[in-house]
């Protein structure tokens, strides 16, 4: 006997294909309801069909003083004028072409933060309506002068002579950058970090020719001991951490600066009034040995390294000389992810630590690289301990 399918039954059946032609229909609006404000905001209403491209400055650039824009144009015969934009906002139009603008740094003192920004163009015709162009050039700034490093570093003297000068050489920022992400990688922790920043890059480039001078192997070899075993042996810090800091701090040249002795140039004052000292003994931070300078900074280090900075080492160099009460409360104004540390950092003592300590790295673990051909790598008085 034959079922009949209830009415209802079959207008069941049919609402699902019903339902699924509605929702095409649906999708498609949005689609053009979308298409249509994308048009609209690129176009504005304007007939025009002008396209432009910025060709210099180029992608990733350093601006450090005046420079022109220079940009190409399609179908400009219906352009009036071309607005410049940083982030968004103008600064410069042209109404003539070629159509050219001076984007000048000392025009944007707060750009200068380590982090790059986007210039844009937009063309507008002869009606006002405005046609925005999607192509973005990201940039960073520079307010400060930039020195060019000269073969002639700051000279600093041991027994009243001076230490012999050498030429850094042609080191490129890829050649930085390569020669820093080795550094890193002696460092434990398993701490990631970026050293591709160009600003860092040429920061540290830049400073690579006052470490650049002949003898820092020579210098250090009769601290060796003294150094792994107050760093390493008694304060479980990372083996490399006491010889790139003194490399970056003195060069390994421990006489007496002003108020600044050893090595690791610390004050009296400093190590006295956070007990830093108290395994001393009758020895001081300028004694021959540097045993006390060794073990104070060393303790120092510790409280900073393991009670500040857990374990970070790149933003303990950074900190160096804060008490760890103050480090504690400079960390507490840095964000969580701190991996990009050249563009956390703003504040110009401790970028300019973090510079030397890399700087001082590098020319130390890679001697040859900088025309210093008696010197041999820093690790080789440490790497036993790594």
Not at 160 to 179: C, E, F, H, N, R
Not at 250 to 268: I, Y
């Amino acid at each position: 006997m034959e079922t009949e399918t209830p009415p209802d039954a079959e207008a069941v059946s049919k609402t699902p294909k019903i339902l699924m032609i509605a929702g095409a229909v649906c999708g498609l609006a949005v689609i053009g309801v979308f298409a249509a404000g994308l048009i609209y905001y690129t176009q504005s209403g304007s007939a025009c069909e002008a396209r432009a491209f910025i060709t210099s400055p180029e992608p990733g650039e350093t601006i450090i003083k005046a420079a022109e824009i220079e940009i190409e144009t399609e179908n400009a015969g219906c352009v009036s004028r071309v607005i410049f934009l940083i982030d968004g906002v103008e600064f410069a139009k042209a109404t003539e072409k070629p159509y050219t603008a001076t984007l000048d740094p000392k025009q944007f003192p707060d750009l200068s933060d380590g982090f790059e920004h986007n210039l844009q163009i937009v063309l507008e015709d002869e009606d006002g309506n405005k046609i925005v162009q999607p192509n973005t050039v990201a940039l960073a700034f520079e307010t400060r002068e930039i020195i060019k490093p000269t073969p002639t570093p700051e000279i600093v003297k041991v027994d009243d002579k001076p230490l012999p000068k050498t030429a850094a050489g042609k080191v490129s920022l890829l050649d930085v950058q390569k020669m820093s992400e080795r550094l890193v990688k002696q460092f434990g922790g398993n701490f990631s970090y970026k050293v591709s920043n160009p600003q860092f890059l040429a920061e540290v480039q830049k400073k690579t020719a006052e470490y650049a001078q002949e003898g820092y192997y020579e210098r250090a070899a009769p601290f060796r001991d003294v150094i792994n075993v107050a760093y390493v042996q008694e304060q479980n810090l990372d083996a490399p951490l006491g010889f790139i800091l003194a490399m970056s701090r003195s060069k390994f040249v421990s006489a007496k600066q002003g108020n600044d002795e050893g090595l690791w140039r610390l004050t009296n004052e400093f190590v006295t009034t956070n007990a830093y000292n108290g395994s001393c003994g009758a020895e001081t931070l300028s004694d021959k040995s540097q045993n006390c300078a060794a073990k104070a900074s060393a303790l120092y280090m510790k409280a900073i390294v393991y009670g500040v900075f857990d374990g970070d080492l790149i933003y303990s160099a950074a900190a160096f000389g804060k008490s760890p009460q103050d480090a504690g409360v400079w960390k507490a104004t840095l964000p969580a992810d701190r991996s990009d540390f050249w563009n956390v950092v703003k504040t110009s003592p401790e970028r300019e630590q973090i510079a030397r300590f890399f700087a001082a790295g590098i020319v130390a673990e890679n001697p040859q690289k900088f025309g210093l051909k008696k010197d041999k790598p820093l690790s080789e008085l440490y790497r036993v301990t790594m």
